[in-house]
T-cell receptor, first 111, second 112 residues
Framework: EAGVTQFPSHSVIEKGQTVTLRCDPI?????LYWYRRVMGKEIKFLLH????????ESGMPNNRFLAERTGGTYSTLKVQPAELEDSGVYFC?????????FGPGTRLLVL | GNSVTQMEGPVTLSEEAFLTINCTYT??????LFWYVQYPGEGLQLLLK?????DKGSNKGFEATYRKETTSFHLEKGSVQVSDSAVYFC???????????FGAGTRLFVKA
């Protein structure tokens, strides 16, 4: 069984540009999550999808972040416009129930 | 609010040394507790978990016991190997919920 995959693995952009991160969950997992680790600090929850619906988006930092999961399969997280403080590692995870399986993360650097 | 506090690293040990990484939590009710590990260049992997008080999670020689009286979930291993070098994250999720709250991570270096 393939694990959670994320694309790209790394992204370097300039402040003010737009970046879109993609996550492909494990097949059959209705739950999909986005997390972020900034500057070596704790990993923070961003949001949770159940199929295509946003179940909990309490962790989204501001309206520059937009997450979608059309069709309930893969998800995208768009940052527009990117700011310096958005730099960090963005993790995606998926689950059938409580145990979450994480992807390798996308390392984003905003210059 | 709910939170997880774990000891700051890095922790540097020699091979075959005993490992303890402390983790305490703050939460209402009865959360599930987890340890995740991130090896260099890889994603987070679930190492072990415990879902109720006094449960012991174990995997790959690592153990952690859910202690409600001390709100702790310390990670231990009797004899570490160089291959255990990684970042270890303590985490919790509320029963019936899915949002996971993580500690800041503890980097472990094991020297041969």
């Amino acid at each position: 069984e393939a694990g959670v995959t994320q694309f790209p693995s790394h992204s370097v952009i300039e402040k003010g540009q737009t970046v879109t991160l993609r996550c492909d969950p494990i097949s059959g997992h209705d739950n999909l999550y986005w997390y972020r680790r900034v500057m070596g600090k704790e990993i923070k929850f961003l949001l949770h999808f159940v199929k295509e619906s946003k179940q909990d988006e309490s962790g989204m930092p501001n309206n520059r972040f937009l997450a979608e999961r059309t069709g309930g399969t893969y998800s995208t997280l768009k940052v527009q416009p990117a700011e310096l403080e958005d730099s960090g590692v963005y993790f995606c995870a998926s689950s059938r129930a409580e145990t979450q399986y994480f992807g390798p993360g996308t390392r984003l650097l905003v210059l | 609010g709910n939170s997880v506090t774990q000891m700051e690293g890095p922790v540097t040990l020699s091979e075959e040394a005993f490992l303890t990484i402390n983790c305490t939590y703050t939460a209402t009710g009865y959360p599930s507790l987890f340890w995740y590990v991130q090896y260099p260049g890889e994603g987070l992997q679930l190492l072990l978990k415990a879902t109720k008080a006094d449960d012991k999670g174990s995997n790959k020689g690592f153990e952690a016991t859910y202690r409600k009286e001390t709100t702790s979930f310390h990670l231990e291993k009797g004899s570490v190997q160089v291959s255990d070098s990684a970042v270890y994250f303590c985490a919790l999720s509320k029963t019936g919920g899915f949002k996971t709250i993580f500690g800041a991570g503890t980097r472990l270096f094991v020297k041969a």
